[in-house]
């Protein structure tokens, strides 16, 4: 997200410095000179991912060695692509690539279309005070940590004594081992995520369609579209970028579900469908203390997901959007 | 994390040098040395809240022992992530508790020299010269003593079993296996709590089952703690043997009769106190002493719970001879450790085990048992102690008695039920301990490969219990462990062990 808002905020400086007329070889450092409080505003923020994002990556060429804390990083021994090799051939390997792409796809198809449906629909909504206290209410979940999600929906699904199977139950089913049951935990992480995160999401939705202009549906309206022919011709192609945008940062997120939700929700009887990349790095890297071998896997994952963003950027040229860069 | 380390390495430099302003001022000798800063202490906090800064327990040990000390609290639920980070970042306090024996990063932060080798000090202070001589050895490894070694009781597990619920439906005190799977089908089927409901089990049991819970339940099928040696004399993982795959089978039954809570694998340790305390199953197999614990907590949410245990231990099965499965590493409950980076010179080192030879005092004992006299304890003529003020003790004196160097300095009679009763069957069961035979062996591919074949082992048996996969599947995955590093382990140890004992 970051990234595009810097994207944003470097483009204006582009568009004023081609307007200038051509100037003699010194232009670039008077260009600098010209605009020194934009630039001076900017260094905080590149100080901030010098220091934290830039600076840390240097840690990864423990992925390359035997890496031992108390011999550092100028100590210990290296041992070249061993890791990756291990990490390729073993069984594990199948497994979280399985159950990470299968989450994220379903993700993907379940999780990204809803803020755009929840979205559209408020847009429809008349009565504004209705819109808003809706709007509010949706956005709270997303306040909430995993861990109050997680407890809310154990405290809610668990077999022993959980509201939800206490109803099935009284009306004679018989218990469904929601938390348990390797099969329910997919529809169980898509759902949560969907719960926590849909009413955020419709936020940047809803702000690209105030930018529609409203002679646009007065015009459809006299030549009598409904209120469906109006979203549909109207108000989706206006809002297409945003969608695309949105998708690209969703692509270069597949691999990168993050660990906290799925760690809450996964216990070793849902592991077999549950172990992601960012969950195994976890028990193997800071359980089981394999350190460099968590390392190589953790940037096995950066680069696909590397590789993901500028392919999806690429095709989202080829169609004349225009793409996050 | 660079910028991290310099700014508390400036910041190390900058209360060294203020020590030693402080060291000129007050001239030399002993004196002096209780001036420098205070010795920070990394420690594990067993209760949800973290006692105050500088509170009353806290200012009295600092006042016995004459040296300024502060507690950096590491939840005991998450020590194992935060001691390996710790551990992997360099960033230790003078003092680090290291509980958690078979960690495979524990032992090679230990194993390459990264902490102060004691062994040899420890003769010239009054209490940890005292150290049973056993528990200096379990806690060697490769021969050196790379910590002062927690002293513990040396199994402190039993089963608990609800009295009251036994007396409301006529059953007696279960003594063996067989009664005891009565018991349990009982309490999940016929009402022990006489509520019209069908809402209680038999065993209320946590995710950690295969590694606390469940394991001790074993041992009363005869398989050892942790590892066994054979009769060909293999150094062999418990959940290897028959015995164990014996108390499987056992237990799954008793889970498919509804005996066991059924998510037991989604319950946290807090959960679990909570079920026992709201009456949802009458069977936890645990240490004997948290009977009072349970009570405490049942009675804060009921001044009058029925509530009644019966503690067992001597539960067994038919063939199998009275045996208890030792929960703290014959007495070893780890290791008060001190690394070089921290502690830098002997001097420095001396100063901190004086500091932890003085916590083995009486007094410093009692405070962080009881707590300060008149304030959270009474103690009367015949030296029965009194809690009198459960809130603040359990605020700010309970966080210490799990930081206590030593466990077993004094026995306190105690007015609080059940604390005098178990205590007492705990020291019966010191007669029929068992103990890892390859705790203090040593093995390369154990140290780097246990935490990973023990969680997969784990998975599998919560699997079988809970009924996902049979038998053959949990063998299946022992199977596949072999080459993964359990025979080597198994190879290592036996070899090792033919050697230590001819």
């Given at each position: 997200?970051?990234?595009?808002?810097?994207?944003?905020?470097?483009?204006?400086?582009?568009?004023?410095?081609?307007?200038?007329?051509?100037?003699?070889?010194?232009?670039?450092?008077?260009?600098?000179?010209?605009?020194?409080?934009?630039?001076?505003?900017?260094?905080?923020?590149?100080?901030?991912f010098l220091v934290f994002k830039?600076?840390?990556?240097?840690?990864l060429v423990i992925a390359f060695?035997?890496?031992?804390?108390?011999?550092?990083?100028?100590?210990?021994?290296?041992?070249?692509?061993?890791?990756?090799?291990?990490?390729?051939?073993?069984?594990?390997?199948?497994?979280?690539?399985?159950?990470?792409?299968?989450?994220?796809?379903?993700?993907?198809?379940?999780?990204?279309?809803?803020?755009?449906?929840?979205?559209?629909?408020?847009?429809?909504?008349?009565?504004?005070?209705?819109?808003?206290?809706?709007?509010?209410?949706?956005?709270?979940?997303?306040?909430?940590?995993?861990?109050?999600?997680?407890?809310?929906?154990?405290?809610?699904?668990?077999?022993?004594?959980?509201?939800?199977?206490?109803?099935?139950?009284?009306?004679?089913?018989?218990?469904?081992?929601?938390?348990?049951?390797?099969?329910?935990?997919?529809?169980?992480?898509?759902?949560?995520?969907?719960?926590?995160?849909?009413?955020?999401?419709?936020?940047?939705?809803?702000?690209?369609?105030?930018?529609?202009?409203?002679?646009?549906?007065?015009?459809?309206?006299?030549?009598?579209?409904?209120?469906?022919?109006?979203?549909?011709?109207?108000?989706?192609?206006?809002?297409?970028?945003?969608?695309?945008?949105?998708?690209?940062?969703?692509?270069?997120?597949?691999?990168?579900?993050?660990?906290?939700?799925?760690?809450?929700?996964?216990?070793?009887?849902?592991r077999s469908v549950g172990d992601?990349?960012?969950?195994?790095?976890?028990?193997?890297?800071?359980?089981?203390?394999?350190?460099?071998?968590?390392?190589?896997?953790?940037?096995?994952?950066?680069?696909?997901?590397?590789?993901?963003?500028?392919?999806?950027?690429?095709?989202?040229?080829?169609?004349?959007?225009?793409?996050?860069? | 994390?660079?910028?991290?380390?310099?700014?508390?390495?400036?910041?190390?430099?900058?209360?060294?040098?203020?020590?030693?302003?402080?060291?000129?001022?007050?001239?030399?000798?002993?004196?002096?040395?209780?001036?420098?800063?205070?010795?920070?202490?990394?420690?594990?906090?067993?209760?949800?809240?973290?006692?105050?800064?500088?509170?009353?327990?806290?200012?009295?040990?600092?006042?016995?022992?004459?040296?300024?000390?502060?507690?950096?609290?590491?939840?005991?639920?998450?020590?194992?992530?935060?001691?390996?980070?710790?551990?992997?970042?360099?960033?230790?306090?003078?003092?680090?508790?290291?509980?958690?024996?078979?960690?495979?990063?524990?032992?090679?932060?230990?194993?390459?020299?990264?902490?102060?080798?004691?062994?040899?000090?420890?003769?010239?202070?009054?209490?940890?010269?005292?150290?049973?001589?056993?528990?200096?050895?379990?806690?060697?490894?490769?021969?050196?003593?790379?910590?002062?070694?927690?002293?513990?009781?040396?199994?402190?597990?039993?089963?608990?079993?609800?009295?009251?619920?036994?007396?409301?439906?006529?059953?007696?005190?279960?003594?063996?296996?067989?009664?005891?799977?009565?018991?349990?089908?009982?309490?999940?089927?016929?009402?022990?709590?006489?509520?019209?409901?069908?809402?209680?089990?038999?065993?209320?049991?946590?995710?950690?089952?295969?590694?606390?819970?469940?394991?001790?339940?074993?041992?009363?099928?005869?398989?050892?703690?942790?590892?066994?040696?054979?009769?060909?004399?293999?150094?062999?993982?418990?959940?290897?043997?028959?015995?164990?795959?014996?108390?499987?089978?056992?237990?799954?039954?008793?889970?498919?009769?509804?005996?066991?809570?059924?998510?037991?694998?989604?319950?946290?340790?807090?959960?679990?106190?909570?079920?026992?305390?709201?009456?949802?199953?009458?069977?936890?197999?645990?240490?004997?002493?948290?009977?009072?614990?349970?009570?405490?907590?049942?009675?804060?949410?009921?001044?009058?719970?029925?509530?009644?245990?019966?503690?067992?231990?001597?539960?067994?099965?038919?063939?199998?001879?009275?045996?208890?499965?030792?929960?703290?590493?014959?007495?070893?409950?780890?290791?008060?450790?001190?690394?070089?980076?921290?502690?830098?010179?002997?001097?420095?080192?001396?100063?901190?085990?004086?500091?932890?030879?003085?916590?083995?005092?009486?007094?410093?004992?009692?405070?962080?048992?009881?707590?300060?006299?008149?304030?959270?304890?009474?103690?009367?003529?015949?030296?029965?102690?009194?809690?009198?003020?459960?809130?603040?003790?359990?605020?700010?004196?309970?966080?210490?008695?799990?930081?206590?160097?030593?466990?077993?300095?004094?026995?306190?009679?105690?007015?609080?039920?059940?604390?005098?009763?178990?205590?007492?069957?705990?020291?019966?069961?010191?007669?029929?301990?068992?103990?890892?035979?390859?705790?203090?062996?040593?093995?390369?591919?154990?140290?780097?490969?246990?935490?990973?074949?023990?969680?997969?082992?784990?998975?599998?048996?919560?699997?079988?219990?809970?009924?996902?996969?049979?038998?053959?599947?949990?063998?299946?995955?022992?199977?596949?462990?072999?080459?993964?590093?359990?025979?080597?382990?198994?190879?290592?140890?036996?070899?090792?062990?033919?050697?230590?004992?001819?």
């Open positions: 997200m970051s990234a595009v808002i810097a994207a944003k905020t470097a483009a204006p400086e582009t568009a004023t410095s081609k307007v200038a007329p051509p100037r003699p070889p010194r232009k670039r450092a008077s260009a600098l000179w010209k605009h020194k409080a934009l630039y001076l505003m900017a260094v905080p923020g590149i100080l901030y830039y600076a840390p990556m240097g840690g060695q035997d890496y031992m804390p108390f011999l550092g990083i100028g100590g210990s021994p290296w041992v070249g692509f061993d890791h990756f090799v291990r990490f390729f051939t073993e069984d594990t390997f199948v497994v979280l690539l399985r159950n990470t792409v299968v989450i994220s796809l379903l993700l993907l198809v379940f999780s990204f279309p809803v803020p755009i449906i929840l979205a559209l629909l408020l847009n429809e909504v008349r009565t504004k005070v209705f819109q808003r206290s809706v709007q509010t209410v949706i956005y709270l979940p997303h306040f909430m940590s995993w861990v109050i999600v997680a407890s809310i929906f154990y405290v809610l699904l668990s077999t022993d004594g959980g509201a939800v199977n206490n109803l099935i139950v009284e009306w004679g089913g018989e218990p469904i081992p929601f938390l348990t049951d390797p099969d329910w935990l997919r529809p169980l992480y898509v759902g949560q995520e969907i719960w926590k995160g849909a009413g955020w999401g419709t936020i940047v939705y809803l702000a690209a369609m105030t930018a529609v202009d409203t002679q646009l549906y007065e015009a459809a309206e006299l030549d009598g579209a409904n209120r469906l022919r109006q979203t549909w011709h109207i108000t989706l192609p206006a809002i297409r970028p945003t969608i695309i945008v949105m998708f690209i940062l969703a692509i270069g997120d597949f691999l990168e579900l993050g660990f906290e939700h799925m760690f809450l929700v996964m216990n070793s009887l849902n992601i990349f960012d969950t195994y790095v976890y028990t193997t890297g800071i359980e089981n203390g394999q350190l460099s071998y968590a390392a190589a896997v953790g940037l096995f994952k950066g680069l696909v997901g590397l590789i993901l963003v500028i392919m999806a950027n690429r095709l989202a040229k080829r169609f004349g959007e225009e793409g996050v860069y | 994390m660079r910028r991290g380390m310099f700014v508390k390495g400036a910041a190390t430099a900058a209360v060294a040098a203020l020590a030693l302003t402080a060291c000129g001022n007050s001239g030399s000798g002993e004196e002096a040395e209780a001036d420098t800063g205070p010795v920070t202490w990394m420690a594990m906090l067993h209760t949800p809240t973290t006692p105050e800064k500088d509170g009353v327990i806290e200012t009295a040990l600092e006042e016995h022992t004459g040296q300024k000390f502060d507690m950096q609290w590491v939840p005991d639920a998450s020590k194992e992530e935060k001691i390996n980070s710790a551990l992997a970042s360099g960033s230790l306090a003078d003092i680090v508790s290291l509980t958690v024996t078979d960690s495979t990063q524990v032992r090679q932060a230990l194993g390459s020299g990264q902490f102060w080798d004691v062994e040899k000090y420890l003769a010239d202070y009054p209490n940890l010269s005292k150290i049973d001589p056993d528990t200096v050895e379990a806690a060697k490894l490769d021969g050196k003593l790379y910590g002062v070694p927690f002293q513990k009781i040396k199994a402190r597990y039993g089963v608990l079993v609800r009295q009251d619920w036994l007396d409301n439906l006529g059953l007696e005190t279960p003594h063996t296996i067989e009664d005891l799977t009565k018991v349990a089908e009982a309490f999940a089927t016929k009402d022990p709590d006489g509520n019209g409901k069908d809402d209680t089990t038999g065993f209320i049991d946590r995710e950690e089952s295969f590694l606390v819970g469940f394991r001790s339940l074993t041992g009363y099928f005869g398989a050892g703690d942790k590892f066994e040696v054979t009769d060909d004399g293999q150094v062999v993982p418990a959940f290897t043997t028959d015995a164990f795959k014996q108390a499987m089978e056992w237990y799954r039954g008793v889970y498919e009769k509804g005996g066991v809570n059924q998510e037991f694998v989604t319950v946290q340790k807090q959960n679990q106190q909570d079920a026992i305390a709201q009456g949802k199953g009458g069977i936890v197999v645990t240490g004997l002493f948290e009977a009072k614990n349970y009570l405490a907590l049942a009675e804060s949410a009921d001044p009058k719970t029925p509530m009644k245990w019966a503690l067992v231990n001597d539960m067994r099965t038919a063939d199998v001879e009275h045996r208890i499965l030792t929960d703290t590493g014959g007495g070893m409950g780890g290791w008060l450790a001190f690394p070089k980076t921290e502690v830098k010179s002997e001097a420095e080192l001396e100063k901190i085990l004086t500091f932890v030879d003085k916590l083995m005092d009486e007094e410093a004992f009692a405070l962080m048992t009881n707590g300060v006299e008149g304030t959270h304890y009474e103690i009367d003529g015949d030296g029965v102690v009194t809690i009198t003020d459960q809130t603040s003790w359990e605020q700010e004196v309970q966080p210490f008695s799990s930081s206590r160097p030593s466990e077993k300095v004094v026995t306190y009679k105690s007015s609080t039920p059940y604390v005098d009763e178990a205590n007492e069957l705990m020291k019966e069961n010191e007669e029929f301990v068992v103990i890892n035979p390859a705790q203090s062996l040593s093995s390369d591919t154990f140290d780097r490969q246990w935490s990973t074949i023990e969680q997969q082992v784990n998975d599998a048996y919560n699997q079988y219990i809970t009924g996902q996969i049979e038998m053959a599947d949990y063998e299946a995955v022992i199977e596949g462990l072999r080459g993964q590093g359990l025979d080597a382990i198994i190879e290592e140890y036996t070899a090792a062990y033919a050697k230590v004992n001819g």
